[in-house]
């Protein structure tokens, strides 16, 4: 799951200014997160969520081993020591894999040992803990969550909190899911945050998109005025793949159509409309026709057209130039038009691109474009696009084009190309072609 996304969306979705604050041991986060990063990803299994705090999972060797390391680590960090950069990566590892294992009682046990040990007297109770947490909350968020609720004194409790929880929600959603509502039941404060609100919706959108819709407009879910639209577009960012897009769209859908005036389930779409655009451009075209053809409105399918027809990463450009001449030339013209919307239909659009990669494909193509004013623009687009490439099939266009402009700047263009290459063709061609200089 794209967590980043997540992290992002709990920003604009009101976070806490708490959360959004470092912690008075930024330089100590940074070498964590350094010297974690140069170590090779550790796949972990993830642990359930809190409930009463459970029997100790490790064994005594096991937990001294783990003070040694984070003991170690801690003292590297603190005074930059030239520790081999392959003893810290695999001290790092071991950590990680090691911590995985905790549940709430051993880590309350680890603490306590971090505190008491001598070697990091002069550090302070809250250095030690604040590298433990962030190791503890991305391998055991569920423990860790557990303990962080007998320790609401901590530094940045709400910060360390919120993200066990994205943690929790991107490795097993549906039980982090069922842990938030119990504990709403039981009226815990923290689940009322904005950033748990925010974290829950996106989370519950992978996996109950119907329920997360309910819940989102139900009322003061959402307390800030423009989170829905955000919401919209998070989602739509947040979504892995094909197969959740569809399910999520269809869920709008349904919602919609048994509250067709909600004005919160119209700004979530708007929103997620506008965020998935661009990502539907880079699916294979099966996939974005798919979710288009099936969910998407006519005046949707405008808008991600005009702002998507030009680009050269489309898949398969013979498919979409298909997919765009459905669009009807009226509804084009008749669309409500946005600032830096093009004019041309996104046929057109395609088709110049095509040419640049391949202009006897796409002028095959044009062969079956039937006669009309779509057909008109197409020509005109396409026969400028390859007048500099191949002068001769561009002149056999001509004919097709009306007196004006258009046509006396392509005769214009034709003949310049002729003439770095046969100047007596260009004269013969600009003979021909005189009353449309």
Not at 44 to 53: G, N, Q, Y
Not at 228 to 238: D, E, R
Request: hydrophobic content about 40%; proline content about 5%; aromatic content about 8%.
């Amino acid at each position: 799951m794209k967590i980043i996304y997540i992290i992002v969306a709990i920003l604009v979705l009101g976070v806490t200014a708490g959360i959004l604050q470092q912690s008075k041991l930024r330089d100590l986060q940074h070498r964590t997160a350094a010297v974690m990063s140069e170590t090779s990803p550790v796949k972990l299994k993830r642990d359930p969520a809190p409930s009463v705090p459970e029997a100790a999972k490790v064994s005594h060797s096991d937990m001294e081993s783990m003070v040694e390391d984070f003991a170690a680590a801690f003292l590297a960090f603190k005074d930059r020591s030239g520790t081999d950069r392959a003893e810290k990566a695999a001290r790092t590892r071991r950590m990680m894999l090691a911590s995985a294992k905790f549940g709430t009682r051993d880590i309350e046990e680890l603490f306590q040992k971090l505190r008491n040990d001598p070697r990091l007297a002069e550090a302070g109770d809250d250095a030690p803990m604040d590298l433990c947490l962030k190791i503890f909350r991305e391998t055991a968020p569920g423990a860790t969550m557990g303990f962080l609720e007998g320790h609401r004194n901590l530094p940045d409790w709400e910060g360390h909190y919120a993200s066990c929880f994205r943690n929790y929600l991107a490795s097993n959603p549906r039980d982090a899911i069922r842990w938030f509502d119990e504990q709403a039941a039981l009226g815990n404060p923290a689940v009322a945050e904005s950033s748990m609100r925010s974290a829950i919706l996106l989370g519950e959108a992978h996996v109950d998109p119907e329920r997360m819709l309910s819940r989102a407009v139900s009322p003061g879910f959402v307390s800030e005025s423009d989170a829905l639209s955000h919401l919209g577009g998070f989602v739509a960012s947040t979504l892995d793949d094909v197969s959740e897009h569809r399910q999520f769209l269809a869920a709008l859908r349904r919602a919609q159509e048994k509250d067709a005036e909600s004005p919160a389930l119209a700004k979530i779409r708007t929103g997620y409309i506008g965020g998935i655009s661009s990502d539907l451009a880079g699916f294979p075209f099966q996939d974005a026709s798919a979710i288009m053809d099936s969910e998407f409105t006519s005046a949707e399918k405008l808008k991600f057209a005009a702002s998507e027809c030009h680009r050269a990463d489309l898949d398969g450009l013979e498919k979409w130039a298909d997919w765009f001449l459905k669009i009807g030339y009226d509804d084009w013209k008749m669309r409500e038009v946005t600032p830096g919307s093009p004019p041309d239909h996104p046929a057109s659009a395609v088709l110049e691109t095509w040419a640049e990669s391949d202009w006897r494909a796409a002028g095959k193509w044009l062969e079956k474009v039937p006669p009309g004013p779509l057909r008109s623009e197409m020509v005109e687009r396409y026969s400028w696009r390859i007048a500099a490439i191949n002068p001769d099939r561009a002149a056999t266009y001509i004919p097709e084009i009306s007196d004006g402009k258009e046509r006396r700047s392509l005769v214009k263009k034709i003949a310049k190309t002729l003439e770095s290459k046969d100047p007596e063709a260009a004269a013969v061609f600009r003979a021909a072609n005189s009353a449309a200089r």
